[in-house]
């Protein structure tokens, strides 16, 4: 299949910038309705209203569901894989924005008892869960718009507002949280009236770049329209990339011990600081959301310029270490009990988030041809599900055997994840040395090379020195 050539040439660059213009736009409403259903911000919200209204084990089960929403509900992907490639993936994803901004009325609605909290909590997952097959279509219909370097241009600028509007809208509602908590059901209905708005301003690309470009199998994927109907979106599919890819299957193997590492951290961090450190709740919420959340966008563009120069695989090679030194940090500072190295490891999480929530949206280009572009994100988007199951509880579990085992040394726990992205990122270094055909593609046709499953190059690859330059 030959991708559209929607963005070439000098008659359709004003055109594609409008476009690009209205993407970016529609994407900073989205990150305000998001913000206000972040995972940190609404356990405080459910831990300051319904402490009386239900038990202690429900209250701690609701905010776990809370916190880890956002990464369990990745294993959904798949089916929204399916779906999207049995009818117009812009319409679809249309309708899941619809429906996540109307998630968020039932946090205006909830009364302050047991059902009220089963409303917050349901609205949070099921907006959790809608919002993963967004993430899923997205980069999809990304591709049949722009060419690479443009869609890795145009990754950088949404997530590094979506972090920033993110980190704002949370602030403003543990403000309120605080203060002036009987405003929160209003600012929720003005949060939801901006995701309209968004969703308006989404559906109106459609008028600038015409009818959508259907994503359709190439040849050698199906013979014939029966074939076709079975293949999109199955478990099948997804077991023969795995099977057929071994760069990928490598990639995410090193992804997945590098991710696991790290998002053992967060929960574990939070309990360890209420055990021994006298932070405010404020100082807190800071130290895990706000800080990383600020970096973000102050580290996109350097991100952006070098993920359009290399293969996936040697940006990941330097980012992960930005991971290993945040970790680290952590580690040292609640071992040590210096706060000023929990400040930088705060920092230095942030410029981990940057890069790889820019890897995670367009990396798997790298890899897969045009028709199975989104079987390789909803492969990725699982498998970070997948994680979000089980990293969480397990670095509080560490975290809780560590003082049981020896008092006051629960901190050392967190070398555990520490190893994990140690070992993840000498397996993304190992795999950028290897002289394989780490050729990054050009325009918006052809197939982008699945670099790393190639024959061996006759060239070795760059240092990557000054990679962020």
């Known amino acids: 299949m030959t991708e559209p050539e929607i963005t070439g040439g000098e008659a359709g660059g ?11 736009a529609a994407w900073l409403l989205f990150a305000v309705v998001l913000g206000a259903m972040e995972g940190g911000v609404v356990s405080v919200m459910v831990k300051s209203f319904y402490r009386h209204a239900v038990g202690r084990l429900t209250l701690d089960v609701s905010v776990a569901l809370l916190v880890g929403a956002p990464l369990f509900a990745g294993i959904t992907s798949l089916g929204w894989a399916t779906a999207g490639l049995r009818g117009s993936t812009s319409r679809l994803l249309v ?99 901006l995701g309209l708005v968004g969703v308006f301003l989404y559906r109106s690309l459609g008028r600038t770049a015409g009818p959508e470009p259907a994503l359709e199998f190439a040849p050698e994927t199906a013979t014939d329209d029966s074939a076709r109907r079975r293949r999109p979106g199955t478990l099948r599919t997804a077991g023969e990339i795995l099977r057929q890819d071994r760069g990928f299957r490598r990639y995410l193997g090193w992804l997945f011990v590098l991710d696991s590492g790290v998002q053992m951290v967060p929960a574990a961090l939070l309990i360890c600081l209420a055990d021994r450190f006298s932070l405010s709740h404020i100082e807190q919420i800071l130290l895990i959301t706000a800080v990383p959340s600020l970096v973000v966008p102050m580290v996109m563009p350097a991100f952006s310029r070098s993920l359009r120069r290399m293969h996936v695989i040697r940006f990941r090679a330097f980012h992960s270490w930005f991971f290993v030194g945040s970790l680290a940090c952590f580690a040292a500072g609640l071992t040590l009990h210096a706060v000023p190295c929990l400040w930088l490891g705060a920092a230095l999480l942030g410029v981990g988030y940057a890069g790889g929530s820019l890897a995670w949206h367009v990396g798997h280009h790298d890899f897969a041809t045009p028709e199975k572009a989104p079987h390789y994100m909803s492969l990725n988007v699982t498998l970070n599900g997948a994680r979000g199951f089980v990293a969480p509880a397990a670095g509080v579990c560490l975290y809780r055997l560590a003082e049981y085992l020896w008092p006051g040394q629960g901190p050392l726990a967190l070398l555990i994840p520490l190893a994990l992205a140690v070992w993840g990122a000498l397996g993304f270094a190992a795999m950028a040395r290897e002289p394989l055909a780490l050729e990054v593609p050009r325009g918006n046709s052809g ?23």
């Open 14 to 24: 004003g055109l594609d910038r409008r476009r690009e213009r209205l993407e970016v």
């Open 95 to 193: 309708q899941l924005q619809v429906l996540s901004v109307v998630c968020l009325l039932l946090f205006a609605a909830a009364p302050r008892n047991a059902a009220g909290l089963a409303m917050v909590v349901t609205g949070a997952v099921l907006a959790r869960l809608l919002w993963s097959g967004v993430l899923t279509l997205r980069t999809s219909v990304w591709r049949l718009y722009y060419d690479r370097e443009q869609r890795a241009g145009l990754a950088g600028r949404v997530v590094a507002m979506h972090y920033l509007a993110a980190a704002v809208t949370g602030a403003a509602v543990g403000a309120l949280v605080d203060k002036l908590p009987a405003a929160l059901p209003g600012l929720y209905l003005l949060i939801a009236g």
């Open 447 to 469: 197939s982008p090379g699945n670099a790393a499953n190639s024959a061996p190059a006759p060239f070795a690859l760059p240092p990557l020195k000054g990679a962020l330059s």
